[in-house]
Nanobody
Framework: QVQLVQSEGGLVQAGGSLRLSCAASGSIFRTNAMGWYRQAPGKERELVATVTSGGSTNYADSVEGRFTISGDNAKNTVYLQMNTLNAEDTAVYYC????????????????WGQGTQVTVSS
């Protein structure tokens, strides 16, 4: 069993900052990558940012330069520091982890957090 537990989101004014965290626990041999998606009302889920176990990061163009993703491999935890937020960042944010559950696992599995609402008021 693997669980991803996200921190709470919140309501923030435009231009403000918010930090999300997501911790994976359970039977985990190795986490290969973690990241964040978001889904705004009436829109498709979009990839926000990813970080690999080696520290490589990738960002959506819409958040590049404003958001920073980081990971703690020892804690199987990923963070998303969101700065200069605007109304277009309002969405439910979901973390995910791509991992191997056992040393003999040949197939990577993906697990999801419960989602957290981030609302930016203009």
């Amino acid at each position: 069993q693997v669980q991803l537990v996200q921190s709470e989101g919140g309501l923030v004014q435009a231009g403000g900052s918010l930090r999300l965290s997501c911790a994976a626990s359970g039977s985990i041999f190795r986490t290969n990558a973690m990241g964040w998606y978001r889904q705004a009302p009436g829109k498709e889920r979009e990839l926000v940012a990813t970080v690999t176990s080696g520290g490589s990061t990738n960002y959506a163009d819409s958040v590049e330069g404003r958001f920073t993703i980081s990971g703690d491999n020892a804690k199987n935890t990923v963070y998303l520091q969101m700065n200069t937020l605007n109304a277009e960042d309002t969405a439910v944010y979901y973390c995910y982890a791509k991992l191997l559950r056992y040393s003999f696992s040949r197939v990577e599995s993906t697990y999801w957090g419960q989602g957290t609402q981030v609302t930016v008021s203009s």
